[in-house]
């Protein structure tokens, strides 16, 4: 069984930083992409980061504030927050394109980060 777990969300003031991980199995990790998907309240989903074996690509509202890694030897991927903003409030999802059908369709459950004084 497919899974992709979560944690690391929380409360944090803006200008604060989390680490958020997300640890996955019953597939091999190393052979896949992985990415962080976000998801406000009340909006629609948003694609932040994704990792591969050319590197990392983010989106332009997390660039240079966010960072994203992986271990394979722990099937875990990373995302380091710093600098977080309110704007940055949503859930956050890790997620893979487990079929290689060019679309995400392994997800995980989400963790809530929550930017606020």
């Known amino acids: 069984e497919v899974q992709l777990v979560e944690s690391g969300g929380g409360l944090v003031q803006p200008g604060g930083s989390l680490r958020l991980s997300c640890v996955a199995s019953?597939?091999?990790?190393?052979?896949?992409?992985m990415s962080w998907v976000r998801q406000a309240p009340g909006k629609g989903l948003e694609w932040v980061s994704i990792?591969?074996?050319?590197?990392?690509i983010y989106a332009d509202s997390v660039k240079g504030r966010f960072t994203i890694s992986r271990d394979n030897a722990k099937n875990t991927v990373y995302l380091q927050m710093n600098s977080l903003k309110p704007e940055d409030t949503a859930v956050y999802y890790c997620?893979?394109?487990?079929?290689?059908?060019?679309?995400?369709?392994?997800w995980g459950q989400g963790t809530l980060v929550t930017v606020s004084s």
């Open positions: 019953g597939f091999t990790f190393s052979d896949r992409d």
């Open positions: 990792i591969n074996d050319g590197g990392a």
């Open positions: 997620a893979t394109d487990l079929l290689e059908v060019g679309a995400l369709d392994a």
